[in-house]
Every structure is written in structure tokens, then in C-alpha cells.
């Protein structure tokens, strides 16, 4: 088509401000937690820590990914995650500025916080900081940092919301194919003729 424009729509302000505001305090809070446990609390030094039962400080530096997956890649690991983290967050990013739904683009801005926070440890170390360690009854999980609850709870919230958006769009097709109306208190009406 001739002359035709490529035109795109950007989400609320509200989302974005909610959006820009999850990735900088997930990733000021990954940042600052990560150089306290170095810097200030000397972990390394310590190995493993009891903070309360259930919880501990554990060093470790991950060299994989997310909770320790994909491990064993080789020399080219550290490479290879970054250049997938940052294409992920470049797609996370754009979806953030697009999106209407506000739980959409928190989830998406707080998952791609994460990441950066991770490519950041990377890039200083070729490994990322991990250090809190939940165990109990002989179970532990495994030791991960701020931003891999970023990531998981992004992850999760985004599901959730997706699930409830889907019924939500599904309900008001089956309103308007079969002509029903809300009517308050009294659920669906059939629309007078």
C-alpha cells in the first residue's frame, strides 16, 4: 500500500511509570543487596550463615542460569546468557512500554530488572552472586539473590494475570454472542427486543 504509515501505540503513562519504576528497584535492590553481601557482610569469608531457621546466607557464584539451570556450558556460558538475557530484556522492555494492563507491565519490568542485575554480576565476575539459602525438614532450595525472585515472581504475576484476562475476554464473548447483559445484583439478562 502506498504512502501507508507504521504507526505504534504505547501503553497508559500510569503503566509506564509503574513499569520504569519495578525495573529500577528491582535492579537497585538486586545491586545494593549483592554489594552488601560482598562488600559489607563478607560472605565469601564465610561460606554459610544462619539467619534464622530456615534461612540462610550462602556463598555461592552461579555460572548458570536461574536457580542454577543450564549449568556446565562451557567457557562460552557467560557469553551465551548475556546475549540471551539481553535480547530478552530488550523484548521485556518493549512489551513494558506497550502494554495497557498494569500487572503486565510491573511483571515484565520487574523480570527484565532481574536479568539486567544478573548481567551486571556477569559481566564483574563471569559468575552471579547468589547468597540466600531456604532450607527446612531436610529440604533446601536452591540458593539464589533478589533478582531470580524478581524473575519468578514476574513470571508468576504475569501468568496469573494472563489466566484472569483470558476468562475475562471469554465471559464478555459469551455476553455478546448470546445478547446478555450484567444486570447489578441479579447477574446476566437477556437484552430486551
Known amino acids: 500500500m502506498k504512502g501507508a504509515k507504521l504507526t505504534v501505540s504505547f501503553g497508559r503513562p500510569a503503566t509506564l511509570v509503574a513499569g520504569l519504576a519495578a525495573f529500577l528497584i528491582v535492579l537497585l535492590a538486586d545491586q545494593i543487596s549483592k554489594w552488601w553481601i560482598l562488600a559489607v557482610y563478607h560472605l565469601p569469608d564465610r561460606g554459610s550463615v544462619a539467619i534464622m531457621p530456615g534461612l540462610n546466607f550462602t556463598m555461592v557464584w552461579n ?30 522492555l518493549w512489551q ?41 525438614f531436610g529440604w533446601s532450595w536452591y540458593v539464589f539473590n533478589v533478582a531470580d525472585s524478581a524473575i519468578v515472581c514476574g513470571v508468576i504475576a504475569w501468568v ?7 476468562r475475562r475476554d471469554a465471559a464478555s464473548r459469551t455476553r455478546a454472542e448470546t445478547g446478555a447483559t450484567t444486570v447489578p445484583g441479579h447477574g446476566p439478562a437477556p437484552h430486551e427486543h
Do not use: E, Q, Y
Open 160 to 166: 496469573i494475570d494472563s489466566i484472569w484476562s483470558d
Open 96 to 136: 513494558t512500554l506497550r502494554t495497557p494492563r498494569m500487572v503486565v507491565a510491573i511483571a515484565s519490568a520487574a523480570i527484565a530488572g532481574g536479568a539486567v542485575g544478573n548481567v551486571i554480576d556477569r559481566i564483574r565476575f563471569g559468575a552471579v552472586v547468589d547468597f540466600i539459602h531456604a532450607h527446612a
Open 63 to 92: 555460572h548458570a542460569v536461574t536457580f542454577g539451570m543450564l549449568g556446565g556450558v562451557g567457557s562460552k556460558g557467560p557469553l551465551l546468557f548475556c546475549t540471551v538475557a539481553l535480547i530478552a530484556v530488550l523484548a521485556l
